[in-house]
DNA sequence: AGGGGAATAT
DNA sequence: GATATTCCCC
């Protein structure tokens, strides 16, 4: 049925080759259960940047199989059949041989689905691309760490702060910061974010993080001698209504709610032209409770 | 291109 | 389960 004897000839090994029909699609989508057999983890190859995934028919197996020519990757085969046979012919040339139909999970891991244009350009960028050594597991040691809020509190803080600038400032004004990339940067930004939104969520519910970050923590990590800026507590209660159940649920000890006073008619520390929360259909649904929660927090601040 | 964040992997 | 990586949409 396909013939991979041309495939890794020359000496030639190529990457991840996919032959997947699109019922085999439907079959997954339907029913997930399908077995997949001789799956090869391959740690040191990234998924996803010399992905193939061929089309049913056999003329655009034969444009691939020309693409390929050059490609020094090794390949990887699936189709319908499972005949040993079959498989062996297959494995003359790749290096693994997946059976139809594969359960999604196990081809996410795989493959990148992709219209059958983008991947002759795939395979021609990593023609000229011999494999590079995959880079090890970023470790955010506390001293880099450090070094990190150092560069977002230069730079204005999380709110903008951006991956790029974070990197350049990093690089330029320290050693050792060379060979990190921005997504190492974005992916710990986005930590950092989550957490200082975490300490200011509990802060407004009247509690300490358990580091016991307070008030004066989350302004100094800001820079800033007022609270939270708004945008960031819009966030928090953005997310903090939508999971409000779950939040409720865990103070048991909440500040005693008897201020009737309402989250609208909080006076907010803020010194000037800070939007003011509610007065507006924006808190129009926010729940009493975690109103007057909120609200008994940021007064006991003033 | 690159920021942001969800999904995934380790 | 925390933390790092990858994917994907805007």
Redesign the pocket.
Known sequence: MIDTSTIGASGQRIKWWVHLGRSAFQEMDRNNKGKAVLIE?D?NS????STLVLDDDEQSIQEILTSLENCCHPCKVTSEGDEVGTILRSLDGSCAYLVKPIPL?DL??HI??KRKNDLVQVVQQQTNNVSRA????????PLVHEKFVESVQELGGI?N?????I?QLLQSNLKGFQDLD??????????Y?D?IKRKVQLHMLGYRDKDGTNSEHIQSIYQMKEHPPMTLVN?VLKTTVANEPDILSQQRQAPAAKNTQGFQSVTLPFETNLPTIGGSTSCGNQSNALMIQMDEAFSSEL
């Open positions: 983890s740690n990234p998924v996803g940047q999970r996410n891991m990148n689905l995959k880079k090890p597991r970023m470790s955010w040691t709110e702060a951006t991956p790029k600038k990197l921005r997504e190492e940067i974005s992916s710990h930004l986005q930590k974010r957490s966030q």
